[in-house]
């Protein structure tokens, strides 16, 4: 079956603009985390998402925002770009909650101008 | 706040041999779920093994085993024969029990396999 698919996979912004990441995850899986990998900071949470509901949020500015659809498939938003956010961002995917492995997708590489 | 430590940011291995890597973590609970990632250039992020708190015995996966040391806070990962295919980055990962995703990453070790 399909893995964690994640588009685009590689974009290019300049600061001030925003962007929007998609993450579709397994067929069948619920659950859909994304986390930010950076040379520097190394890879951290930013949010998850169960049946549509975020249940917890990593500590990043409000300019980081987040949604999961009725299908599963997740968005993640980043408004006024800064050089900073420069990074891989990574979706992964579980069936429920804390059950079952947990799926990566290769994630999508946004560089900031 | 939990924190996961990897204090070798890179590591070699000859071909056939075996190579251990650390991950020292910090936290004050006392069910909770440690995990390694390999992540090779293509980017995606592999689970390689996983270990309940709760569980005494190591965990093992084929040619992968860990050192779960849960006084001393430590969980290393024991790659044995190594092969071409192992080299990747690999990631030490906390996970809290309760339900959540959020998984605490360390810095990662950077393993080359060489022939």
């Known amino acids: 079956k399909a893995g964690v698919t994640q588009t685009p996979r590689y974009l290019i912004k300049t600061r001030g603009q925003q962007v929007t990441l998609s993450c579709s995850p397994i067929?069948?899986?619920?659950?859909v985390s994304w986390y930010q990998q950076t040379p520097g900071q190394g890879l951290q949470f930013l949010f998850e998402?169960?049946?549509?509901?975020?249940?917890n949020k990593g500590n990043f500015p409000g300019r980081f925002s987040g949604r999961q659809f009725s299908n599963s498939r997740s968005e993640m938003n980043v408004s006024t770009l800064e050089l900073g956010d420069s990074a891989l961002y990574l979706c992964?995917?579980?069936?429920?909650?804390?059950?079952?492995?947990?799926?990566f997708g290769e994630g999508s590489r946004l560089t900031v101008l | 706040a939990q924190t996961v430590t990897q204090s070798q940011p890179e590591m070699s291995v000859q071909e056939a041999e075996t190579v251990t890597l650390s991950c020292t973590y910090d936290?004050?609970?006392?069910?909770?779920?440690l995990f390694w990632y390999k992540q090779p250039p293509s980017r995606q992020m592999i689970l390689v093994i996983r270990q309940e708190a709760y569980k005494q015995q190591n965990a093992t996966e084929n040619r992968f085993s860990v050192n779960f040391q849960k006084a001393a806070k430590s969980f290393s990962l024991k790659i044995s024969d190594s092969q071409l295919g192992d080299a990747a980055m690999y990631f030490c990962?906390?996970?809290?029990?309760?339900?959540?995703?959020?998984?605490?990453f360390g810095k990662g070790t950077k393993l080359t396999v060489n022939p």
């Open positions: 992964a995917s579980r069936y429920r909650v804390g059950t079952g492995e947990l799926f």
């Open positions: 936290t004050s609970e006392s069910d909770y779920y």
């Open positions: 067929s069948g899986h619920r659950s």
């Open positions: 990962a906390y996970r809290a029990q309760g339900g959540s995703e959020k998984l605490v």
């Open positions: 998402y169960f049946s549509e509901t975020q249940r």
